[in-house]
């Protein structure tokens, strides 16, 4: 096992690794932007390394300082979390080049399904279901509108290379196609570095649900079952649960061997994420794999009783998994509510800033992921998720109670947060429902417009 590991991040994903770690007598490396000095991460870890300015660029995805900050401290691996270098091949060739395990997937596998168009390729090579669309990348709009023409509109727009529900856009005729053709291009180039895009059908009134797989060195992957994320707004995810209120457990099977399936195709190890669109009649579609640990992890973790971090480590550390299949077992609902430093009342518009005065909320089946307290400075230079409420019930009725009653005892003052939102959509009869697509927010958002 390892003896030191850098966290190559912050916030809540930070202080979740390094608790993983202290569990497994592990000696923990913060990194730390100027910004984030006052952070808890720099707090609990053992050692903490300056990596730059605040802004992300100078910082935390600055390759250099984050490989010298493991060199100068003996960390003998690096744990990226999610976002900035979790899905980076090339950060993690320079981890190999310079004999510091990655924790997560090869390079070459970080590559392969990272490419969204290049990982729809190796699905429809093992005959999953996929979403129709263009086979690979479309290079011209001639092409572009072949293939619109063939599969039926509305049609999307999808960068190969995006992420964060970045770089995705509607076209519902020709002549929008002509437009949003190159805004996306274009917008894929700038923000991806990579102008590369391809088409798919739009599905209509979809439920986007995810299966969990987790995969050691010597062959071994299960799924650990899925979370439904169909609560989004503009292609990012808000409140994910699992199970799904929608799946059979016979659906369950097929779909979370069909995420097995593509995950050894891939030669895929570590944790990673499959993840699939459901239309109206259930079908499924494979619609992208994430090639880390992901922000809604825990409610796998809450239902199946496991540890993800700690899994995700030992895997890199060269143990096999200690289970197998037939020994993961779904128990009760959980419920994952993001929230975010943003003023929903103002298009979402980030607040960042002081919290005057915080409490977070406890009891029995309620998990609070947060790097925040009273009198922590929310920085301007990051996402604005400032935590995750995670709650756990018999059922889901129960785990929507609990829900309820966790984010009643929250406090977070001095700054505008979703929490208030949150709250609306627990109360909601379509939403406690179960029964409502993707398209829930936008209209959730326009009928709370009206009252
Ligand atoms: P999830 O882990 O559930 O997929 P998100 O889609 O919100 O969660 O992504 C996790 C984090 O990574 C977010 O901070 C998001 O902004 C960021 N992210 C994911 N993919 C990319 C990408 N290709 N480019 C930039 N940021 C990304
Ligand atoms: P990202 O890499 O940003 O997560 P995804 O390809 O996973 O991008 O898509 C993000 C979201 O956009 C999905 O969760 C889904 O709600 C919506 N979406 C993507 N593709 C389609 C599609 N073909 N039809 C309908 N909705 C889609
Ligand atoms: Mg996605």
Not at 57 to 73: D, F, G, P, W
Not at 170 to 181: D, G, K, M, Y
Not at 191 to 216: C, M, T, W
Request: net charge neutral; hydrophobic share 40%.
């Amino acid at each position: 096992m390892f003896k030191k590991i850098l966290i190559a991040n912050r916030g809540e994903i930070a202080l979740r690794i390094i608790r993983a770690c202290k569990e497994l007598g592990i000696h923990t490396v913060a990194v730390y932007s100027e910004a984030d000095r006052p952070s808890l991460h720099v707090r609990y870890a053992d050692e903490a390394v300056c990596i730059g300015k605040s802004e992300s660029s100078k910082s935390y995805l600055n390759i250099q300082a984050i490989v010298s900050a493991a060199e100068v401290t003996d960390a003998e691996a690096i744990h990226p979390g999610y976002g900035f270098f979790a899905e980076n091949d090339h950060f993690a060739d320079v981890c190999e080049s310079c004999n510091i395990k990655f924790i997560g997937p090869a390079a070459s596998s970080i590559r392969l399904m990272g490419n969204k168009s290049a990982a729809k390729d190796l699905c429809r090579k093992i005959q999953v279901p996929l979403v129709k669309g263009s086979e690979g990348t479309v290079k011209t709009i001639e092409e572009a509108k072949k293939i619109a023409e063939e599969v039926g509109y509305p049609i999307l727009v999808k960068a190969s290379a995006g992420g964060g529900g970045k770089g995705i856009r509607e076209a519902h005729t020709p002549l929008a196609l002509s437009n949003v053709f190159f805004t996306t291009k274009t917008e894929a180039e700038a923000s991806f570095g990579n102008g590369d895009v391809y088409i798919e059908k739009l599905i209509l009134e979809p439920r986007h649900i995810e299966f969990q797989i987790i995969a050691d060195q010597n062959g071994n992957c299960v799924h650990l079952g899925e979370r439904d994320c169909t609560i989004q707004r503009r292609h990012q995810k808000l409140i994910e649960e699992s199970p799904s209120p929608v799946i059979s457990s016979e659906q369950r099977r097929r779909m979370g061997s069909d995420a097995v399936k593509i995950a050894k195709e891939a030669g895929y190890v570590n944790a990673g994420t499959v993840e699939f669109l459901v239309d109206k009649d259930l079908n499924y579609y494979f619609m992208e794999m994430n090639t880390r640990i992901q922000v809604e992890h825990p409610v796998t973790e809450v239902i199946t009783k496991m540890d993800l971090i700690k899994e995700q480590i030992r895997i890199a550390a060269g143990e096999k998994l200690s289970f197998r299949q037939e020994d993961i077992k779904i128990n009760g609902h959980a419920f994952e509510a993001r929230i975010n430093a943003e003023d929903w009342e103002n298009g979402f518009r980030p607040s960042p800033g002081m919290i005057h005065f915080c409490h977070l909320p406890g009891g029995r089946n309620v998990r609070m992921d947060s790097h925040i307290y009273s009198g922590y400075v929310i920085p301007p230079f990051y996402d604005s998720m400032i935590g995750k409420l995670i709650t756990w019930g018999r059922d889901r009725k129960e785990a929507i109670r609990t829900m309820e009653r966790a984010l009643d005892e929250l406090v977070i003052e001095g700054i505008k947060t979703t929490v208030p939102l949150t709250k609306r959509i627990f109360h909601d009869g379509n939403f406690i429902s179960g029964a409502y697509s993707t398209s829930f927010m936008k209209e959730f958002m326009e009928s709370s417009i009206q009252k």
